[in-house]
């Protein structure tokens, strides 16, 4: 069975810290995708990146960067969490040169205090 | 960004009553999907209707398209309360291997 996986569902951080959100698939996947859903404004694209190495800006990366060593893998890191970024984290893969189907992990839900 | 936006943000019918969502975007794509998505999990991928197609279906979904008013409706006959999810519209960008841009989403509620 094809899966995403986020590493974490839940997490409690405090302003300043930094912190890590894991996301891996076992597709064999080229794409990855960072997305953050938060009530009233819907799925908001943070960064993405299409192979190893590489990685594009979405439409709100201020706040956050992103690390892909192993195609298998695409970590999101908040270098200072604030509290603006408490929200709901969401991994997506899809195959490389395709618009189509996205595979969505369960997603982390980080609140930061 | 382009974005596809969602019509009505809520629902809420009766089992066994058909359910549509309404989905507008605003400049040319590849092709158009619906997600759904249970309250506090991930998305799960329903649908994909390309631009060349005007009607889909998929078991007890029918997605239709309509590039000239930039619309698309997501239709679910015979709902049940395992229906009850919120469910998305996404688009790419137009050209080549795009990211998708999603709508806020319909809550559709299902009651038994």
């Known amino acids: 069975d094809v899966k995403v996986t986020q590493s974490s569902r839940y997490l409690v951080k405090r302003t300043g810290e930094k912190v890590f959100l894991e996301c891996v698939q076992d597709m064999d996947h080229e794409n990855m995708f960072w997305y953050r859903q938060d009530p009233g404004l819907g799925l908001r694209l943070i960064y993405f990146?299409?192979?190893?190495?590489?990685?594009e800006k979405g439409d709100i990366p201020e706040g956050y960067s992103v690390s892909r060593e192993k195609k298998e893998r695409f970590s999101l890191i908040l270098e200072s969490a604030s509290t603006n970024q408490t929200s709901m984290y969401l991994c997506?893969?899809?195959?490389?040169?395709?618009?189509?189907?996205?595979?969505f992990g369960e997603g982390s839900r980080l609140t930061v205090l | 960004s382009q974005q596809g936006e969602e019509d009505p943000q809520a629902l809420s019918i009766q089992e066994g009553e058909n359910a549509t969502m309404n989905c507008s975007y605003k400049?040319?794509?590849?092709?158009l999907q619906w997600y759904r998505q249970n309250s506090g999990r991930g998305l799960v991928h329903l649908i994909l209707i390309r631009s060349n197609e005007r009607e889909k279906h998929s078991g007890r979904l029918r997605v239709t398209l309509d590039t000239s008013k930039k619309s698309s409706s997501l239709l679910i006959t015979a709902s049940r309360a395992a229906d009850t999810a919120s469910y998305f519209c996404?688009?790419?960008?137009?050209?080549?291997?795009?990211?998708?841009?999603f709508g806020k989403g319909t809550r559709l509620s299902v009651i038994a």
């Open positions: 997506a893969s899809r195959r490389g040169g395709d618009t189509g189907e996205l595979f």
């Open positions: 990146s299409y192979d190893v190495k590489m990685k």
């Open positions: 400049t040319s794509i590849n092709n």
């Open positions: 996404a688009t790419d960008r137009g050209s080549g291997n795009t990211p998708l841009v």
